[in-house]
């Protein structure tokens, strides 16, 4: 089943806010050393700037992003800002990386309401967890499926509301989207 990425762009056009909750790109296996530390793989590189170039052919580009302090989080965002250029005000947050979902939610409250499009870059299972709690129970149940699935590298979730991010609760936003590199 293929996705029509014209159809997933005006769907999130239809909303004045727009949430995109990322994993990080493929890393490299974890080994003895710090979680934090563990870096990209060059397949990893490869999906940050495939994500990224396709969220800005889509118009998604974010307004601001906040990214989960560990290497592998940095070192995505870092190849998506070489597509998106400075337009996106980047927040790094270590809460991101040991927070849970209160650290996504947080993020939400705390983003202004000029911001229109909002990118979480974190990990698994946070990332995952969050969206099926922000996902409202009319979201569509396929979609809802991949999430029980939990999130493969560089995959992510689009949402829409009206509501401004800082107003978002559990269960508030339309769950878009879920979409992993290979379908961009």
């Given at each position: 089943?293929?996705?029509?990425?014209?159809?997933?762009?005006?769907?999130?056009?239809?909303?004045?806010?727009?949430?995109?909750?990322?994993?990080?790109?493929?890393?490299?296996?974890?080994?003895?050393?710090?979680?934090?530390?563990?870096?990209?793989?060059?397949?990893?590189v490869k999906q940050a700037k495939v994500v990224a170039k396709?969220?800005?052919?889509?118009?998604?580009?974010?307004?601001?992003?906040?990214?989960?302090?560990?290497?592998?989080?940095?070192?995505?965002?870092?190849?998506?800002?070489?597509?998106?250029?400075?337009?996106?005000?980047?927040?790094?947050?270590?809460?991101?990386?040991?927070?849970?979902?209160?650290?996504?939610?947080?993020?939400?409250?705390?983003?202004?309401?000029?911001?229109?499009?909002?990118?979480?870059?974190?990990?698994?299972?946070?990332?995952?967890?969050?969206?099926?709690?922000?996902?409202?129970?009319?979201?569509?149940?396929?979609?809802?499926?991949?999430?029980?699935?939990?999130?493969?590298?560089?995959?992510?979730?689009?949402?829409?509301s009206n509501e401004p991010f800082k107003d978002w609760q559990?269960?508030?936003?339309?769950l878009l989207a879920v979409l992993g590199p290979h379908d961009?």
């Amino acid at each position: 089943m293929g996705v029509k990425m014209s159809k997933v762009a005006k769907r999130a056009h239809a909303y004045q806010y727009v949430l995109i909750v990322m994993r990080h790109a493929k890393a490299e296996a974890f080994g003895n050393g710090d979680d934090r530390q563990r870096q990209l793989t060059d397949k990893g590189v490869k999906q940050a700037k495939v994500v990224a170039k396709g969220l800005s052919d889509l118009d998604l580009v974010p307004d601001r992003i906040a990214c989960s302090g560990a290497d592998r989080t940095r070192q995505t965002l870092d190849r998506m800002l070489k597509v998106f250029g400075d337009k996106p005000k980047v927040d790094m947050r270590q809460s991101l990386y040991e927070g849970g979902v209160q650290s996504v939610l947080d993020e939400l409250k705390s983003t202004k309401t000029k911001r229109k499009v909002l990118m979480v870059l974190g990990h698994e299972p946070t990332v995952s967890i969050s969206c099926q709690w922000l996902a409202t129970s009319d979201s569509d149940p396929e979609r809802l499926d991949l999430l029980n699935l939990g999130m493969s590298p560089a995959n992510l979730a689009i949402f829409g509301s009206n509501e401004p991010f800082k107003d978002w609760q559990i269960h508030s936003a339309t769950l878009l989207a879920v979409l992993g590199p290979h379908d961009f």
